[in-house]
T-cell receptor, first 111, second 114 residues
Framework: GQQLNQSPQSMFIQEGEDVSMNCTSSSIFNTWLWYKQDPGEGPVLLIALYKAGELTSNGRLTAQFGITRKDSFLNISASIPSDVGIYFCAGHGYNNNDMRFGAGTRLTVKP | KAGVTQTPRYLIKTRGQQVTLSCSPISGHRSVSWYQQTPGQGLQFLFEYFSETQRNKGNFPGRFSGRQFSNSRSEMNVSTLELGDSALYLC?????????????FGSGTQLSVL
């Protein structure tokens, strides 16, 4: 199926800055997941969201499930060099076959 | 608890050959799904297995097949390899199947087809 629209594609920020990225879809989802992937490794689950409007934090990371059920965002506060990597969103629709992924946001943090 | 284990980590094959990749899920997880990741196409769903049965299938040709064993371990096979099959193949496991499961990924098998 069509992949999710994730933006921005890449970000270059200074250590200590906050970061925001988002994913949108043309269809509604019942689950949003956010992953981080380091080079040569598999994605690691950061945050899972299950309810429209839900706001969930994991340390310096905060993600929200959009009210329309068609979008989600991820914020990283006070970025540090180890935040470098590719962040993916994934959405699961009501059809079991309907797991879609964003193309990823490549984050670079300058010390 | 051990994570998802994929073997081998790297594989080099030539066109026309076939390849089998292996995935051991997290203990207690009964669902295993496979994904192909390429720079151009991103993460693409291949198929999902639950209790030894294929539950869902993505949009890939019949050269891509898989199976799941009674201990939930899964294998994926690609026959008649093409250059375009070069990719990172990721396996993910979850407790069950359905729309609200958290997927846990392995480190992947990097396949290069020459």
């Amino acid at each position: 199926g069509q992949q999710l629209n994730q933006s921005p594609q890449s970000m270059f920020i200074q250590e200590g800055e906050d970061v925001s990225m988002n994913c949108t879809s043309s269809s509604i989802f019942n689950t949003w997941l956010w992953y981080k992937q380091d080079p040569g490794e598999g994605p690691v689950l950061l945050i899972a969201l299950y309810k429209a409007g839900e706001l969930t934090s994991n340390g310096r990371l905060t993600a929200q499930f959009g009210i329309t059920r068609k979008d989600s965002f991820l914020n990283i506060s006070a970025s540090i060099p180890s935040d470098v990597g590719i962040y993916f969103c994934a959405g699961h629709g009501y059809n079991n076959n309907d797991m879609r992924f964003g193309a990823g946001t490549r984050l670079t943090v300058k010390p | 608890k051990a994570g998802v284990t994929q073997t081998p980590r790297y594989l080099i094959k030539t066109r026309g050959q076939q390849v089998t990749l292996s995935c051991s899920p997290i203990s207690g997880h009964r669902s295993v799904s496979w994904y192909q990741q390429t720079p151009g196409q991103g993460l693409q769903f291949l198929f999902e297995y639950f209790s030894e049965t294929q539950r869902n299938k993505g949009n890939f040709p019949g050269r891509f097949s898989g199976r799941q064993f009674s201990n939930s371990r899964s294998e994926m096979n690609v026959s008649t390899l093409e250059l375009g099959d070069s990719a990172l193949y990721l396996c993910a496991s979850s407790l069950g199947t359905g729309g609200r499961e958290k997927l846990f990924f392995g480190s992947g098998t990097q396949l290069s087809v020459l």
